[in-house]
């Protein structure tokens, strides 16, 4: 679902970044993560990379959305926790799928908007350009059916 909701928004808003959500999409939702987190790549001669010059919406969206679905997968973990001793274990055991997002409510629709305003305001994007992004990552959410991933599925050829 986060993958369907980049895309999506990406290919609406910055669509000159198409190319590099197809890159991402080629590896698992814990690979994009990983390469997403890693700040220093190397050493630059310039001192600062491309992300600096020009900020990118499709790694911005993707980890608000999994700062999205983490915080509402440890929410949960709290209701639970307050509900009962076993629910808590049992829920500790499972793991949640990445990439995967919950149907939402209002609230919550509400309070993922504003990460997304706030993540790309610090970003430097403009605020034209943010609520358009915003915007769109709820209206994906909102849109997307119950269930649905591709999050995890890793589409590279395996030897």
């Given at each position: 679902?986060?993958?369907?909701?980049?895309?999506?928004?990406?290919?609406?808003?910055?669509?000159?970044?198409a190319?590099?959500?197809?890159?991402?999409?080629?590896?698992?939702?814990?690979?994009?993560?990983?390469?997403?987190?890693?700040?220093?790549?190397?050493?630059?001669?310039?001192?600062?990379?491309?992300?600096?010059?020009?900020?990118?919406?499709?790694?911005?969206?993707?980890?608000?959305l999994?700062?999205?679905?983490?915080?509402?997968?440890?929410?949960a973990?709290?209701?639970?926790?307050?509900?009962?001793?076993?629910?808590?274990?049992?829920?500790?055991?499972?793991?949640?799928k990445?990439?995967?997002?919950?149907?939402?409510?209002?609230?919550?629709?509400?309070?993922?908007?504003?990460?997304?305003?706030?993540?790309?305001?610090?970003?430097?994007?403009?605020?034209?350009?943010?609520?358009?992004?915003?915007?769109?990552?709820?209206?994906?959410?909102?849109?997307?059916?119950?269930?649905?991933?591709?999050?995890?599925?890793?589409?590279?050829?395996?030897p």
């Open positions: 679902m986060v993958r369907d909701v980049v895309r999506t928004v990406v290919a609406d808003c910055a669509p000159e970044e190319v590099v959500v197809e890159g991402l999409l080629r590896y698992s939702d814990a690979e994009v993560l990983a390469r997403l987190r890693r700040r220093g790549h190397g050493r630059d001669p310039l001192g600062f990379g491309l992300a600096d010059v020009v900020p990118l919406v499709a790694p911005l969206l993707w980890l608000t999994e700062s999205v679905r983490q915080k509402l997968a440890d929410a973990v709290d209701r639970a926790a307050r509900g009962s001793a076993s629910l808590w274990r049992r829920m500790r055991r499972r793991k949640a990445p990439g995967t997002i919950p149907p939402l409510t209002r609230e919550q629709q509400a309070m993922v908007r504003q990460m997304v305003l706030d993540a790309a305001a610090e970003a430097g994007l403009s605020p034209i350009l943010a609520k358009r992004i915003a915007d769109g990552v709820v209206a994906g959410l909102a849109l997307a059916e119950p269930g649905e991933s591709h999050g995890e599925a890793d589409v590279r050829e395996t």
